[in-house]
């Protein structure tokens, strides 16, 4: 007898999951490896910036009392390379040799650009034939005074983020951990990419799929491999990959048919959340709590794992990293029909363009769960409502912009 399971809305089904999610604690990173991460704390500027008074050119450091009355012929007192100093303060009269970014002794006021100087017959002396109203030095503080905010709690760092923390020399920052989560494709019937194919089998699309997209959702992925369809296989890898990760996604096996062991072990060995949604494709999605680890057990169909990952899966990886869901909700219009009518809310794989103030949205390529030839150009997906009739060219439709793609 084909068992009856209780159905509950999509909504409802993403609450569940992300209910059972607690933000991990922050960790530190070093610089080199905190690309991407998302920042636990907020960073303050340590000290100004610059810290010192620095030249803008390559040029001559004068003192105000010389700035007058072009050309004038200066002692030059001493050369500044860059990361040099020169201790003594400058007098008028005198004159240092200083390069570009090089710290401005005390006492000088302006750097005269070297292409407005000339050697004399002195080797110890300049002439220095024009000047610029502005001083060309960039004083203390200029950019950043200390205890300005440089990165806001929440930023996601990229290269520009680690290359003004390493201005300030800060080499470890605190950013959320990233959640360990385990991918496992169920099924007989699978075969790695790069296998010969026997007939009947098929390459497995789906590991691929989640590994990226878990990732590309700020998920470490610790372990992802294939399991045939065996009870006991199935029950073992789990009860050994549980507790070392912070979710478990699996695909396949989620029907009622002889060989959907996740069905039967979120029964039986398992805390079950929900087993039915009300939703296409992958209305058999599941979630559990096996030994304390989340499970959510998406529809092995592509485009139903792919729908799946989006809906359920990636609000739950951002929670764990402190963060609300990236795929955003919006209203969409649909440029054109889909009049398929649905007993359930139907997801579709589409494309949003925003264009004239609204994002326009159409369904691309096969509505069909086992197709994937439009999941690497949707960037949406799109709902049209369980319904008599589905949604006309012209009519509002609920829209979730997938932010990988946008
Ligand atoms: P299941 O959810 O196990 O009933 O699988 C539904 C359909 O998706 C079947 O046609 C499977 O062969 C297919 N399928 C399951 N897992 C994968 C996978 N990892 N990659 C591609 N197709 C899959
Ligand atoms: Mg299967």
């Not at 073992?236 to 507790?243: D, F, N, Q």
Request: glycine share 8%; net charge negative.
């Amino acid at each position: 007898m084909i068992e009856r399971r209780t159905t509950i809305p999509f909504s409802e089904a993403r609450q569940i999951v992300t209910e059972h999610v607690e933000q991990l604690k922050p960790v530190s990173a070093g610089l080199f490896l905190a690309r991407g991460r998302v920042l636990a704390e907020s960073i303050y500027a340590p000290f100004p910036s610059p810290y010192f008074r620095r030249s803008g050119y390559d040029g001559f450091a004068i003192c105000a009392e010389d700035d007058h009355d072009f050309p004038i012929t200066l002692d030059v007192v001493a050369e500044i390379p860059c990361g040099a100093t020169y201790n003594k303060r400058l007098n008028p009269g005198e004159a240092v040799r200083i390069m570009t970014g090089a710290k401005v002794p005390e006492g000088a006021d302006k750097i005269i650009m070297l292409e407005q100087s000339q050697t004399t017959e002195k080797s110890n002396e300049i002439r220095l034939i024009n000047t610029q109203p502005s001083s060309n030095i960039t004083e203390i503080g200029t950019e950043f005074q200390k205890g300005d905010l440089l990165l806001e709690k929440g930023h996601q760092l990229n290269a520009g983020s680690l290359s003004l923390l390493a201005s300030f020399g800060i080499t470890e920052v605190k950013v959320w951990s990233k959640p360990k989560v385990a991918i496992l494709s169920t099924g007989s019937e699978l075969v790695a990419a790069g296998e010969k194919l026997p007939d009947g089998k098929i390459y497995n699309s789906n590991e691929p799929l989640l590994v990226s997209l878990a990732e590309e959702y700020g998920a470490e992925v610790v372990y992802h491999e294939a399991l045939s369809d065996d009870y006991e296989v199935t029950l073992t890898r789990l009860r050994e990959i549980a507790g070392k990760v912070d979710l478990i996604l699996t695909t396949g096996g989620v029907s009622v048919g002889d060989f959907d062991f996740m069905a039967e072990i979120a029964k039986h060995e398992a805390q079950l959340l929900f087993n039915k949604i009300q939703m296409r494709p992958g209305s058999p999605t599941t979630a559990m709590i096996f030994e304390d680890t989340l499970l959510i057990a998406l529809s092995g169909n592509p485009g139903a794992c792919f729908t799946g990952f989006h809906l359920f899966a990636e609000p739950v990886i951002r929670k764990f990293s402190g963060e609300a869901s990236s795929i955003v909700e919006v209203r969409g219009v649909m440029a054109r029909d889909y009049l398929k009518n649905n007993g359930y809310d139907r997801f579709l794989r589409g494309k949003a363009n925003f264009s004239e103030g609204k994002y326009q949205v159409e369904p691309i390529g096969s509505d069909m769960s086992s197709a994937l030839g439009n999941l690497p150009f949707a960037n949406c997906l799109i709902m049209i409502p369980r319904g008599k009739v589905g949604k006309a060219i012209g009519e509002e439709v609920r829209v979730w912009l997938l932010s990988s793609k946008l």
